[in-house]
């Protein structure tokens, strides 16, 4: 299963390690998007910065 995953809420002012894992995720801009599989690091990373996260299911 693969899940789309958007930033909605700005890195500005937030914790070194958050703006990390939206790097990782590869996000960094309000309203980039990427499409990721469903495995337990991901799902991890996005629980983590949740906050600033849309997440949406990708039907294939």
Known sequence: MKI???QIKSA???KETHR???ASLGL????KN???NDTPNILGMINKVSYLLKVEPVAE
């Open 20 to 22: 990390r894992v939206l």
């Open 4 to 6: 789309k995953v958007t």
């Open 34 to 36: 990427r499409v990721h």
């Open 28 to 31: 960094g801009r309000i309203g």
């Open 12 to 14: 500005n002012g937030r």
